[in-house]
């Protein structure tokens, strides 16, 4: 599958935007329930480092997934439905070759 040969319309662009946000917006929001949690845990200096570590590797993660790029939109929209952060409804408006695609891909 070549992912460049795939086009987007407008209402598909605004489509993928929303849905790449909103991912987005639940990891962060499941990330900052986790901190609060681990926060609240802190007893000593080393719990206090294992928490910047975890921090400083979920940062990583996050800020390479969350690549909005034309041409591996439909793999990381795979990843996330595989990761819970997006469901295939809530891409619902691409276009049925599209929608196959990405579930395809999350079989892999």
């Known amino acids: 599958m070549q992912a460049n040969d795939i086009g987007w319309t407008k209402t598909e662009e605004q489509i993928a935007q929303q849905a790449f946000k909103q991912a987005y917006e639940r ?3 499941d990330l900052i329930q986790t901190v609060r949690e681990s926060a609240g845990q802190i007893a000593k ?3 206090l ?13 996050i800020d390479g997934k969350y690549d909005y790029s ?10 996330l439905i595989q990761e ?13 070759d599209k929608l196959t695609k990405i579930s395809a891909l999350t079989r892999m």
Do not use: M, P
């Open 27 to 29: 990891e962060i929001k």
């Open 45 to 47: 200096l080393d719990d």
């Open 49 to 61: 480092w294992r928490l910047n570590d975890f921090l400083s590797a979920k940062r990583h993660h």
């Open 70 to 79: 034309d041409s591996t939109l439909l793999f990381v929209f795979a990843q």
């Open 84 to 96: 819970g952060w997006l469901y295939l409804d809530d891409l619902e408006g691409l276009s049925k």
